[in-house]
C-alpha cells in the first residue's frame, strides 16, 4: 500500500496537469514495481521453492547462475566506451568541445534547439551551454549549425572554424 501510494503521487500531478509525457511519469515506474513484487512475493516464493526442490543437481542450477551473472558482468565491461546511440554526432561534438573552452554558451539555429542528446552531450563532455534565441539577440562568440538548419544568414558575422567534422559545424566570430 505504501509503495502504491508513493507511486500515486507521482503519477497523479501529472494527469490532472497540462504535460503528460511518458518520461514525466518515469520516476514512479520503481514504485509500481515494489508493489507489484510485494503482491506476488509469496505465490514466486513457492514456485522457487519447488523448483529447487526438484532439482535433484544443486550444483548444475549454481553454475548456471555463476555462468549467467558472469557473462552479463562480462559483457557490461565490454561495452565500455563503446558508442552505440549518435555514433555519426559524437565524433564531432568530441572534435568542436576540443577549440571551444568550458563553461561557454554557443549560439545554435532554431532546428537543433530541439535536439536533447546535443544538449546533454555537449554539456556533460565540455561543460558547454546550447542557446537557440534568434539570432538578432545572440552576442555568443561561437555558433554551431548541422547539415538541418534552414537559414544562414544569422552567420554573416561568423566564419567557419576548420574542424574535421561531418554533420555539426563550428562558427566563431
Known amino acids: 500500500v505504501f509503495f502504491f501510494c508513493l507511486g500515486l503521487s507521482?503519477?497523479?500531478?501529472?494527469?490532472?496537469?497540462?504535460?503528460?509525457?511518458?518520461?514525466?511519469?518515469?520516476?514512479?515506474y520503481p514504485f509500481f514495481a515494489l508493489c507489484f513484487a510485494k503482491?506476488?512475493?509469496?505465490?514466486?516464493?513457492?514456485?522457487?521453492?519447488?523448483?529447487?526442490?526438484?532439482?535433484?543437481?544443486?550444483?548444475?542450477?549454481k553454475g548456471i547462475?555463476?555462468?549467467?551473472?558472469?557473462?552479463?558482468?562480462?559483457?557490461?565491461?565490454?561495452?565500455?566506451?563503446?558508442?552505440?546511440?549518435?555514433?555519426?554526432?559524437?565524433?564531432?561534438?568530441?572534435?568542436?568541445?576540443?577549440?571551444?573552452?568550458?563553461?561557454?554558451?554557443?549560439?545554435?539555429?532554431?532546428?537543433?534547439?530541439?535536439?536533447?542528446?546535443?544538449h546533454g552531450y555537449f554539456m556533460r563532455y565540455g561543460n558547454i551551454s546550447l542557446d537557440a534565441a534568434p539570432a538578432k539577440q545572440n552576442s555568443h562568440l561561437f555558433y554551431i549549425v548541422d547539415n538541418n538548419c534552414k537559414e544562414y544568414d544569422f552567420l554573416k558575422d561568423y566564419y567557419p572554424v576548420g574542424l574535421k567534422t561531418k554533420n555539426i559545424h563550428l562558427y566563431s566570430k
Open 10 to 28: 507521482c503519477v497523479i500531478p501529472f494527469i490532472i496537469g497540462m504535460k503528460q509525457s511518458g518520461f514525466y511519469i518515469l520516476p514512479s
Open 39 to 61: 503482491l506476488i512475493e509469496n505465490s514466486v516464493t513457492e514456485i522457487v521453492n519447488k523448483i529447487i526442490l526438484k532439482i535433484t543437481h544443486h550444483i548444475v542450477f
Open 65 to 118: 547462475i555463476i555462468m549467467l551473472t558472469a557473462g552479463i558482468i562480462i559483457s557490461f565491461f565490454i561495452q565500455i566506451q563503446r558508442i552505440g546511440r549518435y555514433k555519426e554526432k559524437l565524433p564531432d561534438i568530441y572534435e568542436i568541445i576540443k577549440k571551444i573552452p568550458s563553461g561557454q554558451t554557443i549560439g545554435i539555429c532554431q532546428e537543433m534547439r530541439v535536439d536533447w542528446s546535443l
